[in-house]
């Protein structure tokens, strides 16, 4: 399905590194989201959240762990130890993607049970999940107001302006040319499993 509701984004449109990247961390917010309903739907011994947990963090691993967070410990991270500059910073965002991924690991393989997971499986798993979302916002949130606007003043202009270009690249040849919008459409049908796709749900009355 279509993420429908606002105009399309123009995969080929250029973007500078830090919109690329925040802009993929609206995916990672909204896949938090889903863990969040697929927990409440724990609480109320709904069977059927299982699968939708396990698409969504087949969505985390392949497009946060194994691209997004990829990008930064290839392309962002090096210039700042190079430089010296926000080391401690860097050093917990690194470690908080290594612990992310093993969380990742262990929701996967604890989902997958399915309608066979005994009580203690489940207790593991909405452990798992409520970890991951309580180490990922503040993560995303500490990129996006310190890291990234730090990059954009450490790097010169022009290498900046290529920097969006290889990642656009990159992007393209791991996903197809239209990429990050077939994957917002994945998330938006796990919302609409889940329930949380109307925006207007999220209105106070």
């Known amino acids: 399905m279509t993420d429908s509701g606002a105009q399309q984004p123009d995969d080929e449109e250029n973007v500078s590194?830090?919109?690329?990247?925040m802009r993929e961390h609206g995916v990672l917010a909204r896949v938090l989201l889903i863990?969040?309903?697929?927990?409440?739907?724990?609480?109320e011994r709904d069977e059927s959240p299982h699968p939708v947990t396990v698409r969504a963090a087949d969505i985390t691993r392949r497009f946060i762990e194994d691209y997004h967070e990829k990008?930064?410990?290839e392309f962002i991270f090096p210039r700042f130890e190079s430089a010296g500059t926000?080391?401690?910073l860097v050093r917990t965002l690194r470690?908080?993607?290594?612990?992310?991924?093993a969380l990742t690991d262990e929701i996967r393989r604890l989902a997958?049970?399915?309608?066979?997971?005994?009580?203690?499986?489940t207790t593991q798993l909405r452990g798992a999940v409520?970890?991951?979302?309580?180490m990922y916002r503040p993560h995303a949130a500490r990129e996006d107001t310190v890291l990234f606007p730090a990059f954009?003043?450490?790097?010169?202009?022009?290498?900046?302006?290529?920097?969006?270009?290889?990642?656009?690249?990159?992007?393209?040849?791991?996903?197809g040319p239209h990429g990050f919008q077939n994957i917002v459409d994945q998330v938006a049908e796990l919302e609409n499993v889940v329930g949380i796709y109307d925006l207007n749900g999220f209105t106070p009355a």
Do not use: M, N, W
């Open 17 to 21: 590194p830090a919109e690329d990247l």
């Open 35 to 43: 863990y969040e309903a697929s927990l409440g739907r724990l609480a």
């Open 71 to 73: 990008l930064e410990e």
């Open 86 to 88: 926000l080391l401690e």
């Open 95 to 101: 470690l908080q993607h290594r612990r992310g991924r």
């Open 112 to 121: 997958q049970a399915g309608r066979g997971a005994t009580i203690e499986t």
């Open 130 to 134: 409520q970890a991951f979302v309580r």
């Open 152 to 175: 954009r003043k450490l790097v010169p202009q022009k290498q900046y302006a290529d920097l969006g270009e290889q990642f656009e690249s990159k992007e393209h040849a791991l996903f």
